[in-house]
């Protein structure tokens, strides 16, 4: 049973990172171990493609990584785009003027050919420090957007009482034309609207094509909601201890917490020998 994975899958955030964001020793160790025993391993996060690569290359990741959630795939190591997908303009738009008239602060991301920063409207810049704590780390105050194509992503952020009211109607009126990504954090709401039929699963799908493999040779290991479609369709999807619970009751195998190095145990436990545990 141990050796029967061939692609090992894993989230950045609460997964592989520690919560200071550090990469522990053992879960590197264990990784570097894989790879050596002839299993690929992979990245796939909803960070921007700046913050992944610098992973990716540290642990001499060779095939390519998934990021913005499945609506990029790249290659690590030229740093080249092999996949992208964005939002329709249309529907992009559509959103955007909603959150504007319901006064939603939201950021968006054009795509690595224009420019791959988070673009904040200034007239929601008091809420900045709230996307840097909970969205992303760089965040450029812009007077006004003037899309010209597909954007990658429109990343909502608000308190509990201001998208829970909405998220039902949301999925009902887009979900045909775009994936919403809902994350909860400390009586905030994140929405991540991104294209349609992406996923990290299909951003996954994308790399197995090209090492002809299928997801029965799969070992994902994530922690949060974006991550639930991988788990479910992998041969054996693990879900971090500190994942919330319908991720956990969804997944094969529960590991121990991003704190307690439970990538390493995962890895462990299912694709090395037992000598090397």
């Known amino acids: 049973m141990q050796m029967q994975y061939q692609l090992a899958v894993l989230d950045l955030d609460g997964t592989m990172l520690s919560t200071d964001g550090e990469l522990p020793v053992t879960v590197r160790r264990s990784i570097a ?19 992944t690569l610098p992973w990716a290359r540290t642990l001499e990741i060779d095939i390519p990584v998934v990021a913005h959630n499945g609506a990029v795939v790249v290659n690590p190591e030229s740093g080249a785009v092999v996949s992208k997908q964005g939002i329709s303009l249309s529907v992009a738009n559509q959103v955007i003027d909603e959150l504007l008239h319901l006064n939603i602060p939201f950021l968006v991301y054009r795509g690595e050919d224009q420019g791959e920063m988070g673009l904040l409207l200034e007239q929601f810049s ?33 308190q509990d009482y201001q998208l829970n009211p909405l998220l039902d ?8 034309a775009a994936n919403l990504i809902v994350y909860r954090s ?54 971090m201890g500190n994942a919330p619970v319908p ?30 545990e």
């Open 33 to 51: 171990a894989v790879k050596a025993g002839g299993i690929k391993v992979t990245l796939a996060t909803g960070r921007r493609i700046c913050r």
């Open 126 to 158: 008091q809420h900045r420090t709230e996307f840097l704590t909970f969205i992303d780390d760089q965040v450029e105050l812009v007077s006004k957007l003037d899309l010209k194509s597909n954007p990658i992503k429109i990343a909502v952020l608000g």
């Open 169 to 176: 109607d949301w999925q009902e009126r887009y979900g045909s």
């Open 186 to 239: 400390d009586n905030y709401i994140g929405v991540d609207f991104i294209c349609r039929d992406c996923s990290k699963k299909s951003g996954v799908e994308y790399i197995l094509k090209q090492l002809d493999l299928d997801f029965s040779r799969v070992l994902a290991i994530g922690d949060d909601y974006n991550d639930l479609a991988l788990i479910e369709a992998a041969g054996l999807g693990a879900a």
């Open 247 to 276: 991720v956990k009751q969804a997944a094969d195998y529960i590991a121990p917490t991003n704190d307690e190095d439970g990538v390493a145990h995962v890895l462990q436990q299912f694709c090395l020998p037992r000598e090397m």
